[in-house]
DNA sequence: CCGCTTACCGTGAACGTTCCCAGAATCAGT
DNA sequence: ACTGATTCTGGGAACGTTCACGGTAAGCGG
């Protein structure tokens, strides 16, 4: 290194306090002294008084390993993250999703950990983390479809929740996802209320659950429509342009399309403009997130929004009770148009 | 909620195995197995494949909290985000030191827990949690002086590597920093060598350590100079720009530029160009940080770099190191200059 | 064949809590 | 004064590990 400054010394502690410590300094026994710890019901006024000035002079610090021991519970979840990580942090949307589970959990005295989980040794060990009872319950963030983390906790019987519904674990994992499927259908009714008749889409990837639900909400509003109005997208703004190029050589005359990511139609609406179609007025667009993007976009993008605070609201909500040993649901939470210019 | 389906029930195992049950099913005691479990030492090739096959069939999983009540030990570490953290998780030099350390970590088998304190409430509750012996250590990202969970942990004897000068507890807190007074001395030299004469500086917030640090490399490159050659910011784009309006304002033949952040630089330089200045034909500007931006001005920034990959990996060793019990050091790591158009 | 070393194994104690139960003390009602 | 209820307290047991210690058996040199 380049440069090394070593401060004075700092001595650890000899040892930390613990209950009987206290429990002798307050001139009480172990059993008032965790009375007093937890909620302090049948002790008296002189008992409690006594044991809280024990426990300032001692600096006593409850031991949580020991806590947990013996009542099976380590009050603090974990928040998983295994897809490689990068593009979740910059998403503010995550962001939101985060910061409102945190709060969630935290009226219930519940510290929220976030892992993260790239590599396939990583995921190992948080594997071993997780069932070896540091938590009560996970909550996951999973994008993608065959996330092998699931199975794992699933059958150690971890509670866990996640976010967006787990492809091929729908029936045994408790999730919450947003109505992707009503969203949009939604949009597509808008889109043929304002008289439009050539409606394409540009889906997702069909192994996510976005990719599947939303074309089936497009189904769902159009009836069986033409194969030629349908192309597919990978939720990239490239993969976005490309389809978009795709559809207009297959249906010149389409007059909307509905793009079932607001990145994807970003894509989609520059491929259209440089083909010379105005927006709306030759072609309406329709994205889905309610991202940043959306706004960006020029014009501003109608879209679909999923609201992230009821999303993380109901998250901790559904993994508590899965905690206190009820069985698993799977909430799904509505969706909402948004309407701006592009359509 | 908006629908609600109910996959089948899960019922939750009726009790975990222990170590009991794997030495019962092994045929061998509880000391046999727990020597397996740590290392397999003293243990015969026979006994070995029986306790591995026990645990296989059983499904064992070790609990984290009886061990780490004996150990005291909980083989994870806290990276702590005591600030409103929305800035941080975009910074993509953030996930480059986030990954390091979860990285470097791993190689000595500990988790690294990501966790959030905004609020006051949180850091309470934080505290509580991270000094009741939930972690070996923690790892803290702290920007600001005055962070009150510094004296908290060290109060408590936890092992406390923060990242960046923690300003008033230089003495007490092991750190990890950037040489900042080097990479600022450096790009004040190097513009004096490229035949500049007039080279103002706009610093940081100077209750920061790089604000700090920063302007007193670029004075012990220039020996004391005129203080109308100085600005200050406060790390925004405006603030860049507004420092550099009063700048050109003080100093109207000014021929450089230091300017203590990538993003203060990139809003120097709109406002040097609307000025009718050429860079760097009139005035020279360099940056610190070497972030995405300073690819994206209009030339590219000349700016000084730090090593997050360095830094990351210093931070973890000396954590272990004080978990091991060693005293705090401060490491400092060099900095590095990066020349591109703007200077 | 004896004793010493080595390899392996089992057991009791400890870690610091909570929980449960039994008992003491107080009090109110008869 | 006796009973019964109520409030408070103390202490044993348990949670699931690790660790130090002691013991047994086998191997080996003399």
Redesign the interface.
């Known amino acids: ?10 001595r ?2 000899a040892r ?1 306090p613990t209950i009987n410590d206290v429990a002798a300094a307050a001139g009480v026994s172990r059993g008032t002294v965790s009375r007093v710890l937890n909620g302090g019901r049948d002790v008296s006024d002189a008992a409690q008084e006594a044991v809280e000035k024990a426990m300032r002079k001692t600096g006593y ?6 806590r ?2 013996v009542t099976q519970r ?1 009050q ?1 979840v974990a928040f998983i993250l295994s897809e490689p ?2 593009r979740l ?2 998403d ?1 949307n995550f ?1 939101v999703l ?2 409102g589970c ?1 709060q969630a959990l ?1 009226k219930h ?1 519940i ?6 989980a ?1 590599s396939l ?2 995921r190992k ?2 594997g ?2 997780l ?4 938590v009560d319950g996970a909550l996951l963030v999973s994008t993608h479809s065959g996330n092998p983390l699931i199975p794992e906790l ?4 971890l509670p866990v929740v996640a976010c967006g519904k787990p492809l091929g674990y ?3 994992a408790a999730y919450v996802a947003a ?1 992707d499927r009503d969203g949009a259908r939604q949009m597509v009714e808008y889109l043929r209320s304002t008289g439009r008749r050539r409606i394409a889409t540009i889906t997702g990837p069909l192994d996510t659950p976005g990719g599947i639900e939303r074309l089936a909400g497009y189904r769902e509003a159009l009836g069986d429509s033409d194969p030629a109005l349908i192309a597919h997208g990978d939720y990239t703004r490239a993969g976005g342009e490309a389809a978009m190029r795709r559809l207009l050589s297959q249906t010149p005359d389409l007059d909307a399309v509905f793009v079932a990511s607001d990145l994807m139609a970003a894509g989609a609406i520059t491929v259209l403009q440089l083909a010379g179609k105005r927006i709306p007025e030759d072609v309406a667009v329709g994205g889905f997130d309610d991202s940043q993007v959306a706004l960006t976009t020029q014009p501003p993008l109608t879209t679909v929004r999923q609201s992230y605070p009821r999303i993380s609201a ?1 998250m901790v909500r559904l993994l508590l009770s899965l905690i206190d ?1 009820e ?8 969706t909402e148009l948004v309407v701006r210019e592009s359509a």
């Open positions: 290194m380049h440069n090394v400054v070593v401060p004075e010394p700092r650890r502690p930390r610090v409850v031991n949580q390993h020991a947990s021991l380590s603090s990580q990068d942090f910059e503010p962001n985060l910061h945190t935290a005295d510290t929220l950990l976030l892992t993260l790239s040794e990583d060990r948080l071993r983390y069932t070896g009872g540091h699933l059958s150690r019987g729908e029936r045994q109505d109901e040993g069985s698993p649901a799977a909430v799904i939470v509505p």
